[in-house]
C-alpha cells in the first residue's frame, strides 16, 4: 500500500539526522539493540535454548524501563531476523508464542506507561491472532508522547530497503531518473523516527546481521561480550557512558565540530 507522501513529508521527520551534529556528552535520542546471546545463556546453564529466550524477555523489561527514566525517546530492538526462520521450527514456535504472550502482558502496562508500540517488519507470515494482536497493541498506544518502543520481527534491513523502493517508485514515477535520499525515507519502516545514534549488540558478534542498514550508516556502535539475559543495568549504563564520550563529526573534522562556525 502506498502511504501519502504529502502526510509523512508534512511531519518532517525524513532528513538525515545527520545534518545536526549531537554534542558530546548528550544521551542518545534513539537506541537500537540486536539482543544476542540467549542461546548461549541457557547452554551455559545446561538448559534448553528457550529458556534464554525467557529470561530475554525480562531483560527486554528492564531495559525499556531504562530508557524511559532516562527519557529517552525511541528504543528499538530487533526480536527477530528475516534469516531466523531457518532455526529449527519449535524454536521458532516458541518464539512466536513469546512474543504473542509477551505482547498480551505488556501492553496494558506499556500504555500506563505513555510508551507507544510499533512494529516494524514483514507481517505476511505472521498467524493471524498475532497480526491482530500486533494491530491492536499499536492502536492502543499510538497517541502516547513517552517512549516510542518498536519491536523489529520478521524484519531484514534488505527488506526494508526493497519495500520502501517499491513504495516510492509508485508514489514518484516522475522522479524515476532521478530519486534522492529524501524521496525514500518516508517509505522506510522507520520513517516515524530519526536514525538511531547508538547501536548496541550483545553476545560477542561484530554484525549487523541485516538489522537496520539504511538507519545505522551514521550509528555509534558499541559491542559487549555479555550476553543478552545478563543484560543488567550497570551493562546498560556502560553502553550509555561510552556513547556520551563519543565525538559524532558526520564527515566534517573535530576542529569543525569543536568551534562551529
Ligand atoms: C538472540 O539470541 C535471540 C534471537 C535471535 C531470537 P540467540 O537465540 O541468537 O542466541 P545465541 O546467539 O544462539 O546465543
Ligand atoms: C540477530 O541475531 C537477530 C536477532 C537478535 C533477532 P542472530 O543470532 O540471529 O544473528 P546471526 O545469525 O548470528 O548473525
Ligand atoms: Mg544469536
Same mark, same amino acid.
Given at each position: 500500500?502506498?502511504?501519502?507522501? !504529502? ?8 532528513? #538525515? ?11 542518545? %535520542? =534513539?537506541?537500537?539493540?540486536?539482543? +544476542?546471546?540467549?542461546?548461549? *545463556? ?6 534448553? /535454548?528457550?529458556?534464554? =529466550?525467557?529470561?530475554?524477555? @525480562? ?7 531504562? &530508557?524511559?527514566?532516562? +527519557? ?9 531476523? #528475516?534469516? !531466523? ?7 521458532? #514456535? ?30 505476511? /507470515? ?16 499510538? %497517541? ?14 534488505? *527488506?526494508?530497503?526493497?519495500?520502501? $523502493? ?15 535520499? +529524501?524521496?525514500? $525515507?518516508?517509505?522506510?519502516?522507520? =520513517? ?5 545514534? &547508538? ?5 560477542? @558478534? ?17 559491542? $559487549?561480550?555479555?550476553? *543478552? ?18 565525538? /559524532? /563529526?558526520?564527515?566534517? $573534522? #573535530? @576542529? ?6
Amino acid at each position: 500500500m502506498v502511504k501519502s507522501t !504529502n502526510l509523512l513529508f508534512s511531519k518532517g521527520l525524513f532528513s #538525515s539526522s545527520t545534518k545536526k551534529i549531537p554534542t558530546v556528552g548528550e544521551l542518545p %535520542n =534513539h537506541i537500537a539493540i540486536i539482543m +544476542d546471546g540467549n542461546g548461549r *545463556w541457557a547452554r551455559k546453564r545446561f538448559l534448553p /535454548r528457550i529458556a534464554g =529466550h525467557k529470561r530475554g524477555v @525480562e531483560v527486554v523489561r528492564d531495559v525499556v524501563k531504562q &530508557c524511559a527514566q532516562l +527519557d529517552i525517546k525511541y528504543l528499538t530492538l530487533f526480536a527477530f531476523s #528475516s534469516e !531466523n526462520w531457518r532455526r529449527p521450527t519449535e524454536e521458532i #514456535s516458541f518464539l512466536m508464542g513469546l512474543f504473542m504472550a509477551a505482547l498480551k502482558r505488556e501492553v496494558v502496562k506499556l500504555n500506563e506507561n505513555n510508551i507507544r508500540l510499533v512494529l516494524i517488519g514483514d507481517r505476511s /507470515r505472521f498467524s493471524p491472532e498475532l497480526v491482530q494482536q500486533i494491530e491492536s497493541s499499536e492502536q492502543l498506544t499510538e %497517541n502516547n508522547t513517552g517512549l516510542t518502543l518498536t519491536i523489529a520481527a520478521n524484519y531484514g534491513g534488505r *527488506w526494508d530497503i526493497l519495500q520502501a $523502493t517499491n513504495q516510492m517508485i509508485q508514489a514518484l514515477p516522475e522522479k524515476a531518473d532521478g530519486f534522492e535520499e +529524501d524521496d525514500l $525515507t518516508p517509505f522506510l519502516s522507520m =520513517h516515524y523516527a530519526p536514525e538511531p545514534d &547508538c547501536f548496541v549488540r550483545t553476545g560477542g @558478534e561484530k554484525r549487523i546481521s541485516n538489522f537496520l542498514l539504511w538507519q545505522l550508516a551514521y550509528a555509534e556502535f558499541y559491542f $559487549t561480550d555479555t550476553l *543478552w539475559p545478563d543484560f543488567d543495568q550497570t551493562c546498560f549504563d556502560k553502553a550509555i557512558a561510552s556513547y556520551k564520550q563519543r565525538e /559524532r /563529526r558526520f564527515g566534517r $573534522t #573535530s @576542529e569543525q565540530v569543536t568551534s562551529p562556525g
